[in-house]
């Protein structure tokens, strides 16, 4: 074969007909989506923190391209595309309550060290960038303010939300929700999957991420078993403990499934090619074990529960892979 015949194949994770540009081009475009629902739903706070995000991502990447150029070094990013992409996960990915000078941090580790400084030392990204800055911070900052709302919720800290009452109490923050221009009062639960002025600003409206969500999983081939597996787990372990303990499994579906952070992180963030698993059924264990991980955090009052779950899952990816990977020796009997 002349050397003019050789084509080269894109690696399983992008293979997926069009480039990784284009992937992360079009996925702009679908968080943008949520995004704007989240500043119409959280106002102009939202649009700041997502600002912020994207702008420190942007400034970072423009510095150390012009480097590499400069120095006549391949460009580790030669299309803005990706950095693009992480900056509007870490801005969709913040409480709206977070300082906004918390959000560049994350933007700056998040670009920084864990898109750059882990594809340069490691060769390929072993955690989700977003994830894995923002449980740094969260970490960092809780080792001075522990019962200041870094790790754990402050205006629920005290309730056991392993019962009835506990979640019924801790649900005040949701009710308060009133859709403007009609007028109509929300439930918690209705709050939490149409209209939350609270949480994580990519999660303000749970119902635009799971239809977005769901036209990006098709459209753009995300890893669809994940997102599947991640919500039908959580579904059915908020619906068992709320019929167990003859609560309202409802208000415990949309608390444990529809709270901003693990809709938005299923689609967006669970997915994430390099970091979560290759295999159809490694990606099954993997959001088995990302809802099941995730739903014990939440009922703890962990802040960032299903952020924290994601990165220790993370580091377990290539065991999920090994589960089914099998090294072909041939078949059985054949002589050489």
């Known amino acids: 074969m002349t050397k003019d015949k ?18 992360m081009l079009k996925t702009f475009l679908m968080m943008s989506i949520i995004a704007l629902a989240s500043i119409i739903v959280m106002g102009l706070d939202a649009l700041i923190h997502i600002m912020i995000a994207l702008g420190t991502v942007l400034i970072v990447h423009s510095t150390i391209y012009s480097y590499q150029v400069w120095k006549d070094i391949e460009p580790t990013y030669r299309s803005p595309a990706s950095p693009m992409v992480a900056g509007m ?23 920084l060290g864990f898109k750059y400084g882990q594809g340069k030392y490691f060769k390929r990204k072993y955690l989700n960038p977003a994830a894995a800055s923002k449980v740094i911070l969260l970490l960092v900052l809780s080792l ?23 979640l019924q109490s801790s649900m005040w923050i949701f009710s308060r929700e009133t859709l403007p221009i009609i007028g109509f009062d929300l439930s918690p639960a209705q709050s939490l999957f149409l209209w939350q002025t609270h949480g994580w600003i990519g999660g303000a409206s749970s119902i635009v ?104 899952l993370n580091v377990f990816t290539d065991q999920f892979d090994k589960i089914v990977i099998k090294k072909p020796y041939g078949h059985k009997g054949v002589k050489k």
């Open 209 to 312: 991420v799971l239809i977005v969500g769901a036209i990006a999983a098709y459209w753009l081939r995300y890893k669809w078993r994940i997102i599947v597996s991640t919500l039908v787990t959580m579904t059915i372990l908020a619906a068992g403990m709320g019929i167990y303990l003859n609560g309202d499994p409802i208000l415990r579906i949309a608390f444990h499934v529809f709270t901003g952070s693990l809709i938005f992180l299923a689609f967006f963030m669970a997915t994430e090619p390099q970091s979560t698993p290759m295999t159809n059924y490694g990606q099954y264990m993997f959001g088995f074990f990302l809802a099941s991980l995730t739903f014990g955090l939440q009922l703890l009052n962990v802040l960032g529960g299903s952020i924290i779950a994601l990165v220790i």
């Open 6 to 23: 050789l084509k080269k194949e894109e690696p399983p994770h992008i293979h997926i007909g069009f480039d990784k540009n284009e992937l």
């Open 89 to 111: 996960i870490v801005g969709l990915a913040m409480p709206i309550a977070a300082p906004f000078e918390v959000t560049a941090g994350v933007a700056l580790l998040t670009i």
């Open 144 to 166: 001075k303010t522990l019962n200041e709302g870094l790790l754990f919720h402050t205006h629920h800290i005290d309730l056991d939300l392993m019962t009835a009452t506990g």
